[in-house]
């Protein structure tokens, strides 16, 4: 009671951090007068000055106050837009490093280029991360213009971009790009094997724009970068077939926490079929040699018993595409892990393709804290503001409105059924639509967007179904919903970052029905023509009520039914907002407080008849709020168990970089020479024990199939008081002399590069395999629960001794390919193999990355060939995973077609099958 009090009287802590901003917010309007005086020359010498007194020990606090108001000004010359004091306020806030919760609207776009352009300044570069390659394209189009304006450079990182294009937008002032892109680009620059090679250069500062779709929704999913593996079609065809047979005693299915696992009959069921199949080793399905038909078994389960067709995924032109949890995007290319998507390829009866392995991953949470300086900006991120703080210590701010909200928000209807909620959606679309308000309906999915629209096609009533397939198409639908008249079904998600602009939105209109309109007066009369009726339509609008926003269901998290609230009432216009909810909707079937809906069904409630109480939008609060927790708690464990292998991938990335950096690596292939002797000797010659009880047979074998020697250790044990370190010293002598035979009969440059490749090439492999010993451990390590230990806890002492492992192998193995490697001293030309890209969650196995080449779902390296001579086996030259392969001179994938096409090698004959 007496916070509430003292909230009244001296504001929330929220409203006195953002008066405090009030005297910067002056101090950068005291500059305006002088600032508008400045010829358009003087205005862009301003970043030069800027950047001199930083050099002579000024810093960027110190400059806040001139250089907003210099970029107030460019904007009102370069875009005809002067920043409100309130987007001031959010700038200040992203130079913090916070988080500014502005509503939609606002105009969160021109905010960015106040803290993106100081931030700079430095010359250390700028990153804003955008949810889709379409926003990041426009933004740095349309924002860029300010940029420039100011002398500043203007990068943008979308798919299918060489590598030196993708260099040169990261060496500009200010990048845009997606967060899918920036997060790839980093896996696969510390997959190189240049410095000249990478793209990326250390990072400085970025603005995330929808932040708490990126760094909230999208962070339970990580980046990977994989590659296939061996077929494996017909097991997954025998484990489906045995699911098909499967009735509900057989398993049992958790919808709330999402798994599924087969009970004790469903188990015996499947022993004796895959024994009769001959599938499994014994009789006993849980054995340690029929591990990997049990994962199969597993995932054929899931594929057919969770995973529903038309929700989770469609098949189109005989392919499994996953649809987007989040958005209810067709992920065209984008392939689930772990085999999930080869069980579901089984199920449905198409072409089976091979799984991947993973190359390289990393999570959102771990990419994006290694920014010195992170901020970002959003419509909605208080209801999330103790994740942002736990996991990127960011404080959210909530800016306040330009000018007053005027949108009703009214309390939700509640229906029997989803038929008798659809139908009243259907009389309440059309009773709107008849006095020409615009209605923008929210789905949670496309099925439900298309079961909707069968209704409305029924009563007749004219609308646009965005499913949010494409980006630029859907920004261009969006922005006309605030028409008059329109009637818009939209998945949540679709079309977020377009404003709704009511009578419609000019720029769009103008692009779309003037695009084959020459420059000229006909064409300056059509623009004119098109601002007159949308501003009349506007007026219309306005009179009947603004836009009203119509949510088909509640989303699991209050975050995204309130985006959908605030497409409408935008900078102060009139708008309305109510969800129509039924006992069939998800989140009330699973989640929700099942005895109160179910008195409440009792208490004699007609078909059709709606109960419209703050009571019950109170409760559904209450179970998003427990989905929420859940959903946190899921996201929390990801990043606990990826920090343990993150700590392990700084450790190799740095080895690599200190492997490219260095002039030459002889010292360290020398330390691993010695080590990996010492290591073969006192494993069969252990410390403090008699010759007799030495393995002597071992000890020969291992340094001839490690060293390729064959030391005389029988007559060194004739000797007196021989000892193991004896022994360690002479085979070491031995190893130092053929090796510096080997070095002598080659150029020391080339030498150099030989040793650079093999312990590069050995990292690589080796760390590939570790990553897949990582997840396999990961899948597993929660059956610790039951003796009573913490899965982290043991995840992390085993992951340590497997790193251990992993550093003894590449030790030895980067000794036994130089000892027995012939040197081949004509330079050999390798590039690193095609890559597929994905960006999964670990639960639902949704894929939300959009980096698709050419429409095909596979991302080429586009790297330029590695220059170095390469060590020979006596069977044939090594490739990047360590095994023997001839070597071909392909074609550089980003070069012209030899065949005259003017197409790209990559996109032409060069393109995979």
Same mark, same amino acid.
């Given at each position: ?20 901003m ?11 007068? %002088? ?9 862009? /010498? ?38 409100y ?14 988080i500014?919760?502005?509503? %939609? ?48 450079t ?10 030196e ?6 060496d ?85 926490q ?17 024994e ?86 990393i ?78 309906v ?6 439900k ?17 965005l /499913? ?73 609008v ?29 900078q ?29 069904m /009792?208490?004699?409630?007609?078909d ?37 292998? /993150? ?26 020479? $010695? ?121 992390k ?65 586009s ?8 060590p ?7 490739? $990047? ?33």
């Amino acid at each position: 009671m007496f916070s509430a009090l003292a909230k009244n009287i001296f504001g929330s802590s929220n409203d006195r951090y953002v008066r405090g901003m009030g005297k910067t917010v002056d101090a950068i309007n005291g500059f305006e007068p %002088t600032i508008s005086a400045m010829s358009d020359e003087q205005l862009r /010498n301003q970043t030069l000055r800027f950047r001199e007194r930083l050099a002579n020990g000024e810093t960027l606090d110190d400059l806040l106050a001139e250089a907003f108001a210099t970029v107030r000004e460019a904007a009102k010359r370069a875009l005809g837009q002067r920043h409100y004091d309130v987007q001031m306020i959010g700038g200040i806030t992203l130079h913090r490093g916070e988080i500014a919760e502005m509503r %939609t609207g606002e105009g969160k776009t021109l905010v960015a280029t106040l803290a993106s352009y100081l931030n700079a300044l430095p010359g250390k570069g700028s990153h804003v991360v955008t949810v889709n390659d379409y926003l990041a394209k426009r933004d740095s189009e349309w924002m860029g213009q300010v940029h420039r304006f100011l002398g500043l450079t203007v990068g943008v990182i979308i798919p299918n971009l060489s590598d030196e294009e993708r260099k040169a937008a990261y060496d500009s002032d200010i990048t845009y790009g997606t967060n899918n892109e920036l997060g790839f680009d980093y896996l696969r620059d510390n997959m190189k094997y240049s410095r000249e090679q990478m793209v990326q250069r250390p990072f400085n500062f970025a603005i995330v724009d929808e932040v708490d779709s990126i760094l909230i929704d999208e962070a339970r999913t990580p980046l990977i970068i994989s590659g296939p593996t061996d077929d494996k079609s017909e097991l997954y065809m025998s484990t489906d077939a045995i699911v098909k047979t499967f009735v509900e005693a057989d398993y049992e299915l958790d919808e709330k926490q999402k798994s599924i696992v087969l009970t004790e009959e469903g188990t015996e069921k499947a022993e004796r079929m895959l024994e009769g199949g001959g599938h499994i080793e014994g009789q006993n399905l849980y054995d340690v040699m029929n591990t990997q038909v049990v994962h199969h078994l597993n995932q054929a389960l899931k594929a057919n018993k969770m995973f529903k067709r038309d929700i989770d995924y469609i098949v189109k032109d005989e392919k499994v595409i996953i649809i987007d949890e989040f958005t209810g995007r067709m992920m065209d290319g984008r392939r689930w892990s772990d085999g999930l998507h080869q069980a579901v390829e089984a199920k449905e009866g198409v072409a089976i393709e091979p799984e991947n392995q993973t190359l390289a991953s990393i999570t959102f949470q771990n990419f994006f804290r290694m920014y010195p300086k992170l901020s970002g900006m959003t419509g909605t991120a208080l209801t999330e503001a103790p994740e942002f703080f736990d996991i990127y210590k960011m404080n959210v701010v909530s800016i306040p409105t330009n000018v007053d909200v005027q949108r009703v928000d009214e309390d939700d209807e509640f229906y029997k059924n989803i038929t008798d909620k659809f139908a009243a959606i259907a009389d309440e679309i059309a009773k709107r639509k008849e006095k020409g308000q615009p209605v923008l309906v929210g789905t949670v999915s496309i099925e439900k967007s298309e079961m909707l629209s069968e209704f409305l096609n029924e009563r007749g009533i004219q609308h646009e179904v965005l /499913n949010a397939r494409f980006h630029e198409s859907e920004a261009h639908i969006v922005a006309q919903a605030g028409s008059m008249g329109a009637v818009t079904i939209a998945t949540n998600m679709a079309g977020r970052g377009t404003d709704i602009q009511l009578g419609g939105n000019v720029e769009f209109r103008t692009e779309d029905e003037l695009k084959e309109m020459a420059e000229g007066p006909e064409r300056d009369a059509a623009i004119t023509r098109i601002k007159a009726e949308v501003a009349e339509q506007k007026a219309r609008v306005l009179a009947v009520g603004g836009l009203f926003v119509l949510g088909t269901e509640r989303h699991e998290s209050r975050r995204i039914d309130n985006q959908l609230r605030g497409r409408s009432g935008r900078q102060g216009d009139p708008g309305l907002s109510r969800f129509y909810l039924s006992l069939d909707d998800d989140l009330l079937r699973i989640f929700g407080p099942q005895t109160m809906f179910a008195r409440l069904m /009792n208490k004699n409630l007609e078909d059709g008849e709606a109960i419209v109480s703050p009571w019950i939008s109170k409760a559904i609060e209450t179970a998003q709020k427990k989905v929420e927790a859940r959903n946190y708690d899921i996201r929390k464990q990801v990043v606990e168990f990826d920090d343990v292998m /993150n700590d392990q991938r700084k450790v190799i990335y740095e080895q690599r970089a200190d492997i490219m950096d260095s002039d030459h690596v002889s010292d360290v292939v020398t330390d691993m020479r $010695a080590e990996t002797i010492s290591s073969i000797v006192a494993a069969h010659c252990p410390p403090g024990s008699y010759p007799e009880q030495w393995d002597l047979g071992g000890l020969k074998d291992s340094v001839e199939a490690v060293l390729g020697l064959t030391p005389p250790i029988d007559a060194w044990l004739q000797e007196e008081s021989v000892e193991p370190d004896m022994i360690a010293e002479r085979i070491q002598a031995g190893a130092d002399q053929i090796m510096e035979t080997k070095v002598g009969a080659v150029e020391s440059d080339h030498w150099i590069q030989v040793e650079k490749s093999i312990l590069i090439q050995t990292l690589d492999h080796f760390w590939k395999e570790h990553l897949a010993t990582l997840d396999a451990l990961r899948q597993v390590i929660h059956l610790r629960s039951y003796a009573q230990k913490k899965p982290i806890d043991e995840y992390k002492q085993e992951a340590f001794l497997l790193f251990e492992r992993l550093l003894i192998a590449i030790r030895e193995d980067v000794t036994r390919v130089l000892m027995r490697a012939q040197i081949n001293v004509e330079p050999a030309p390798m590039e690193l193999p095609d890559f597929i890209t994905s960006h999964i969650d670990p639960l639902s196995g949704d894929d939300n990355s959009y980096d698709i080449d050419a429409g095909t779902g596979t991302l080429m390296s586009s790297l330029p060939p590695l220059q170095s001579p390469l060590p020979t086996m006596p069977d044939g030259p090594l490739n $990047a995973d360590g095994a023997s392969a001839p070597f071909a001179e392909p074609e550089s994938r980003n070069s012209p077609c030899p065949c005259g096409s003017g197409r790209k090698y990559k996109h032409c004959h060069g393109a995979l099958v």
